[in-house]
């Protein structure tokens, strides 16, 4: 066992108590202050308490952290290139010493874990940017997170674990590294190759860990992460369902497929080294790294934050120290006349090879275009077809902004019946009077409640969009960052959003005067009105402005339609 476990990723240190113990540990934690793991941070506990971050022993405390950030190493000198932090709000840290216990539960106050409170420090985060992603450009989603996610006060200490983080899905996928290393001895495979990924696999990555085991001589982990992604990426439920279809093209017995809570945190270079340890603490001896792994793509200036080779050489530089050998992939392209896929710089010249980028399936998908056989394998692009139907098929939202009586309202309505004439999907419409009266009828016009006027429509707006079904909202919304959440919140459900600057100037609004609102606000009567004694901020993105001096409502929303079906939500 011990020559095993050698083998196997050397030591493993599980920070779970014995049932007793952790029943006593319950019990007194109901004295502890208390703390609900934020997502990232049920992540990170669950492979802290189940031993893949050994050989930490809890959340960092400030001198590793700093350590880690400068020289990615603890302060003992242990190799360990990421930060591993608790991060907390000042209100929670305020009632805290150094010295203290604490409960760390999850979203349902669960206790997963108490900790012994050694250190608690307000982090300098721009440094920590620098150091770790080495940019403090905020387009990178590791410093986004963060600069604006996490708290602004980090608590270390030892972890006494309770129960590991619950998960209903894919239970049959799910191990520890203990229990991995238990399967691997089970299986008898010595020598195994992990496959780290965040997206859904396609034949060329099929090929490339094949290729890989083959030439380690050893058997194949498909190892994907399912914590935390890069925002936008393909959603796990629909990945994993992916992954057992690929499953099925290795040939019998060699390869296994087991999920990595992991919240990643795209820092690249100092990532793949990291992902190499925990494939260690799995018990793999191989670990395939290729082309920008762990990259989060261009910044602000377009340019990647990482050379598309830099982790392959930083791991490199510390193969000595590092318990598992990297296996290093270069860039695949398909050869059509020899029906398989290479690495890029073993095509011989004049071979005619095949690529599509990325970018390009996405379209194709988006569009509801073919995929040809050799870039995957039917079951795979079924199932991404399911969850990412054509835009012709998903949900959309017409958000309308402009100021009261600028004629949202009628030009809505005639866009709603339009809609329905073409059928397909059905058609909520989210007017500004039917809002306040149904959703927000104890709010004001205080920018504060006007806030939350829009979020609601938002919410319910993307509820409606996510569902496949078609809303079109009409309110106000004189504020840009919260027409902006709204946005966000609406393309985040994977739908479609289409703004609409109703453009009536000021002085056309008040001549009309439909409701009287703009005399009683002149005389004081009304307070806050919009556009004479509150803001309206011009939308600065719109995908379309109308003037409705130019345009009847009729052709106001024909111009609208022929947009949504030039988008391709409409055919
Ligand atoms: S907001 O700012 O988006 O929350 O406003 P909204 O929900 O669209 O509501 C606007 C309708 O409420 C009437 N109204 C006012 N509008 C602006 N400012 C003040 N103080 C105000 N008080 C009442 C007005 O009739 C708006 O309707 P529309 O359809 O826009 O004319």
Known sequence: MGAFKE???????????????????????????????????????????????????????????????????????????????????????????????????????????????????????????AGVFGTTDETHPGVHYLLHEAGPVYLGGRLKGVEPPTHYDFKHLRHSPAQVRQLFQQWGWRRVVAFQTRNPMHRAHHDLTFRAAREAEANLLIHPVVGMTKPGDVDHFTRVRCYEHILEQYPIQTTALSLLP??????????????????????????????????????????????????????????????????????????????????????????????????????????????????????????LRRSHPSLHLRGFTVFFTGLSGSGKSTIANALMVKLMEMGGRRVTLLDGDIVRKNLSSELGFSKEHRDLNILRIGFVASEIAKHGGISVCAPIAPYASTRRKVRDMVEGSGAGFLEVYVSTPLEICEERDRKGLYAKARAGLIKEFTGISDPYEVPERAEITIDTQDLTPDLAAHKIILTLERMGYIR
Not at 53 to 73: C, H, N, Q, T, W
Not at 294 to 305: L, V
Not at 342 to 358: R, W
Request: hydrophobic share 45%; charged share 25%.
């Open 7 to 129: 083998a196997h990723g050397g030591a493993l240190k599980e920070l779970y108590l014995a049932p007793e113990a952790a029943e006593a540990e319950k019990a007194r934690a109901r004295d502890y202050a208390s703390w609900d793991l934020t997502a990232r941070q049920l992540c990170d506990i669950e492979l802290l308490l189940n031993g893949a971050f050994s050989p930490l022993e809890g959340f960092l405390g400030k001198a590793d952290a700093d350590s880690v950030i400068a020289d990615m190493r603890l302060q003992d000198g242990t190799l360990w290139p990421m930060p591993v932090t608790l991060d907390v709000s000042e209100a929670f840290a305020e009632g805290l010493k150094e010295g203290d216990a604490i409960a760390l539960r999850d979203a349902e106050g669960v206790l997963v874990a108490t900790m012994d409170v050694s250190d608690i420090w307000a982090p300098d985060k721009r440094a920590e940017a």
């Open 262 to 383: 992991l919240a990643m945190r795209m820092a690249g270079p100092r990532e793949a080294l990291w992902h190499a340890i925990i494939r260690k603490n799995y018990g793999c001896t191989h670990f395939i790294v290729g082309r920008d792994h762990a990259g989060p793509g261009g910044g602000a200036d377009g340019e990647p934050f990482y050379g598309p080779y830099d982790a392959q050489e930083l791991i490199t530089a510390h193969a000595e120290e590092l318990d598992i050998t990297m296996v290093p992939f270069r860039h695949m392209v398909y050869v059509q006349d020899r029906a398989q896929f290479l690495p890029a710089d073993e095509v011989a010249e004049g071979e005619s090879v095949l690529t599509i980028s990325g970018t390009e399936f996405r379209r194709r998908l988006r569009e509801g275009l073919e995929i040809e056989d050799w870039f995957s394998y039917p079951a795979v692009i079924e199932e």
